[in-house]
């Protein structure tokens, strides 16, 4: 089993506020691709542009991943985990003038031998290749899906729809409400589970996506999925995670 992850900055943009976790490594602005066993943490966190600060959220928060125990922790375990690191951001975002409401996305999955956890705060994205056909196992937590869910359409049509509801950080524990953490066993089955930012999923379909994803991944194929949201008009951070199991 292997993992492939691409990360670029953004167009224009100072620094890239992505970052993706593999065990204990961050990777952000390049390209990784590295032989697995069966035990792995992977997650995406995408610094919230608006609020100053966006880099140093995503890295802080991904960095406390390696306090916990993956072979061990429970949904619960993990679920309050995900809120203590929430609060330490809070914290920690106080020593930094101006950046106080830094605030970041957080999306990722521990895949184990006979389950898989994914949890899950924004609008970051986890796939699962089922047959020919890719299955969202998130949901995205935007003002955009709100109104969907509630058949407000045209509203809908007209918002941001890369705008959070719930987040990390922000200088408040209240955009934390929307932390989920659920065991998906089904997950496991998959032949490829993907992962991916806005920068990548906003931009490109979601048949453009089951074409690259049931082709060969390598650093060549990321980078085309990445151009391919670029010239839809992503000028956002970029990054895909795909967990090959092929």
Not at 46 to 53: C, E
Not at 66 to 94: G, M, Q, R, S, W
Not at 185 to 210: A, M, P, W
Request: charged letters at 25%; aromatic letters at 8%; glycine letters at 8%.
């Amino acid at each position: 089993m292997k993992v492939i992850i691409y990360s670029e900055k953004g167009y224009k943009k100072a620094t890239c506020e992505d970052a993706a976790l593999l065990n204990e490594h961050i990777i952000s602005d390049s390209f990784s691709k590295t032989q697995i066993n069966s035990r792995t943490l992977i997650a995406i966190a995408d610094g919230v542009g608006g609020n100053a600060g966006g880099a140093l959220a995503s890295r802080y928060v991904l960095n406390q991943f390696e306090k916990i125990d993956i072979e061990n922790i429970t949904v619960e375990e993990l679920h309050k985990f995900i809120e203590n690191c929430n609060i330490d951001l809070l914290e920690y975002a106080k020593q930094f003038r101006g950046k106080e409401n830094m605030a970041t996305t957080l999306t990722g999955i521990i895949s184990l031998p006979d389950t898989c956890y994914i949890f899950h705060i924004g609008n970051t994205r986890v796939y699962g290749l089922q047959g020919n056909y890719l299955k969202q196992f998130t949901k995205d937590q935007t003002t955009y899906q709100w109104l969907l869910d509630r058949g407000q359409i045209e509203e809908a049509d007209i918002c941001n729809k890369n705008e959070i509801i719930y987040c990390l950080g922000g200088g408040n524990l209240k955009y934390a409400a929307g932390i989920c953490v659920n065991e998906y066993s089904t997950l496991n089955q998959c032949k490829r589970i993907l992962l991916s930012s806005d920068g990548i999923h906003e931009y490109v379909s979601t048949d453009e996506f089951e074409d690259f994803v049931l082709g060969d991944i390598n650093e060549e194929t990321m980078k085309k999925i990445a151009d391919e949201a670029r010239s839809n008009g992503s000028d956002d951070d970029k990054t895909i995670v795909v967990i090959d199991r092929m």
